[in-house]
Nanobody, 118 residues
């Protein structure tokens, strides 16, 4: 089991920045991959960025060059630094963890709201 708790969401003006944090209940070294997803009203949940074993990074085209995913393995934290925010980035952002010890399992946080508006 992995419990995930997100924080850092809020209201920001277009062009502004936010940093989301995801605290995992166990060592990130024991987790195959961690990711940030988002879901806007009426839309499906979509991958924003992920970091997998070997520190491979992957980003959605819509956030490349603006968002950065990183981790602090000593603190079991994963971050999403979001710069140059746009109104279309408004969504609930979810932290995700994938483990592969006894089959592939997905774990989700409760989500944090990000609203980009003037």
């Amino acid at each position: 089991q992995v419990q995930l708790v997100e924080s850092g969401g809020g209201l920001v003006q277009p062009g502004g920045s936010l940093r989301l944090s995801c605290a995992a209940s166990r060592s990130i070294f024991s987790i195959y991959a961690m990711a940030w997803y988002r879901q806007a009203p009426g839309n499906q949940r979509e991958l924003v960025a992920n970091i997998s074993s070997g520190s491979r990074l992957n980003y959605a085209d819509s956030v490349k060059g603006r968002f950065t995913i990183s981790s602090d393995n000593a603190k079991n934290l994963v971050y999403l630094q979001m710069n140059s925010l746009k109104p279309e980035d408004t969504a609930v952002y979810y932290c995700n963890a994938v483990t592969v010890g006894t089959g592939v399992r997905n774990f989700w946080g409760q989500g944090t709201q990000v609203t980009v508006s003037a």
